[in-house]
């Protein structure tokens, strides 16, 4: 793929954010321990919000803007995390309470979201060595229907993969028949589509993970399907045409494959990882392990010496470290003053994960509980696709096409998102209307960790 320009940061700048940054950090939770003084003490206020989330939202307009500055994104979220411990050692909270609570429901909720995204990471990397893909380019229409498969494809194959496995996948593809040129549009819907997949899936989407293992059932966030098919009916043919006018497919027939030339012990792999998850999601609400356990026995098919662990890299670590730190950092905000669960919050739930990330933001909802989780998923997933940054799947698409970082060309080619994400949401409303329920741990649970009054 199209390989970015390296920007370089100077060394003094990379000296600050290694060594200054973490020192000022750490020196800011000294003293507002020392502050503190072990006493209760009111949640500090600006201009009457409370500072947690002033934190919490500056933190996140620092990652929608970090290419502008070129911070990591890992970067911002570690100092938010510890900014916002260091308000809390100044609130008196009883921070190991909140840790061990309901049987340490916090730490292993964060170990769990870590495996994911790592073995989630590596399963991906053996699904594109099966090669079991390589044979669609044979089957494209030549004409707009050609792009419309391909993004119907990736909506069906990001059901059972994770979205930004087939957000990646549908791009490399789109790549090849495509000749490179790809409109911003075509890759918005893409993202769009991998999301909308994703949405009525336990394992298509990390945030529909996020509350399968908080205690929904899969047939919790099956209707999102509804909103899917709404959603799909206005962006599959628009970006196709978009991009069958821009450039035509160009398809190789005798360089292609079929469907059988599939490399199927890594396609086991695969199967394995995704049987695990749901098995070990059912009998330890620990899907995590099942994944690698899978990953584990995956590896006699191919020899663990051929499974594809380069895939966790460098990268996928900063990453896993970027959502973990925002997700602790979501733990500990106050939801009761969120707004009350109901359908108009929710879908507008939707347009703030366009601009935040949509995974702290989960996480925040499934503190306050009470949702419809099948609008819900839908509203954080598709909705991130609103912009680039919005999703972890726009983040990882965008990071091999360079030209999709531009924020206003995804606003203004990729339109129709926003349309059939409203056509989406108000189609799930009226036909399956709002089932709000609690799911199978308690409502508000983070509100006992604060001793703190007030807060």
């Known amino acids: ?82 900014i916002e411990l260091a308000h809390h050692l100044y609130m008196g909270t009883d921070l190991l309470g909140h840790m061990t609570h309901n049987g340490y429901e916090e730490p292993l ?17 053996c699904y594109e060595r099966s090669e079991q893909g390589d044979w669609l380019p044979a089957i494209l229409p030549d004409d707009w229907k050609g792009p419309a498969v391909l993004l119907c494809f990736v909506t069906v194959l990001s059901v059972f993969l994770d979205n930004i496995a087939a957000a990646m996948i549908g791009g490399v593809i789109a790549k090849k028949v495509f000749h490179g040129r790809l409109t911003v549009g075509f890759l918005a819907a893409i993202v769009a589509c991998s999301n909308a997949g994703g949405a009525p899936s336990v394992v298509g989407d990390t945030t529909t993970t996020m509350m399968w293992i908080a205690g929904a059932s899969p047939l919790d966030v099956l209707h999102a399907g509804v909103g899917t098919l ?12 978009q991009q069958d006018k821009h ?50 026995i995956g590896g006699f098919h191919v020899g663990f010496a051929n499974l594809p662990f380069k895939a966790i890299g460098r990268e996928q670590l900063k990453g896993a470290i970027f959502i973990l730190a925002l997700m602790a950092t979501a733990s500990l905000m106050p939801v009761k ?77 990729g339109w129709f998102i926003p349309v059939g994400y409203v056509l989406g949401f108000l189609l799930m409303v009226g036909t399956m209307g709002w089932q709000p329920h609690n799911l199978k741990k308690p409502a508000n649970t983070s509100a006992t960790m604060v001793v703190a009054p007030g807060h």
Not at 54 to 74: R, S, T
Request: aromatic share 12%.
């Open 337 to 413: 003053e969120l707004p009350a669960a109901s359908w108009p919050v929710t879908m507008g739930h939707g347009f703030v994960s366009a601009v935040f990330d949509n995974i702290p933001l989960t996480k925040l909802c499934l503190q306050q509980d009470g949702y419809d989780w099948g609008l819900l998923a839908f509203a954080v997933g598709f909705g991130g696709s609103m912009t680039w940054f919005g999703s972890s799947a726009g983040v990882a698409l965008c990071n091999e096409f360079e030209q999709g970082k531009n924020l206003f060309a995804w606003l203004r080619q």
């Open 109 to 125: 909720q964060l170990s769990n979201i870590g495996g994911l995204l790592l073995g989630f990471a590596l399963m991906a990397a």
């Open 1 to 82: 793929m199209e390989q970015s320009p390296v920007v370089k940061t100077p060394e003094p700048v990379q000296g600050v954010r290694r060594f200054l940054l973490p020192f000022i950090v750490i020196t800011i939770m000294v003293l507002g321990k020392l502050i503190g003084n072990n006493t209760p003490h009111e949640a500090l206020k600006l201009f009457g919000i409370k500072v947690d989330f002033i934190i919490f939202g500056a933190a996140l307009v620092m990652i929608a803007l970090k290419e502008k500055h070129h911070i990591e994104p890992h970067l911002i979220a570690v100092p938010a995390l510890g």
């Open 230 to 241: 709404g959603a799909l009916l206005v962006v599959v043919p628009f970006a196709a045409r």
């Open 247 to 296: 450039q035509r497919i160009q398809k190789d027939p005798e360089g292609a494959k079929s469907f059988w030339d599939t490399k199927w012990s890594y396609l086991a792999v695969v199967v394995w990882a995704l049987g695990g998850c749901i098995a070990a999601n059912v009998l330890f609400d620990f899907p995590a392990i099942g994944v690698w356990v899978g990953l584990i």
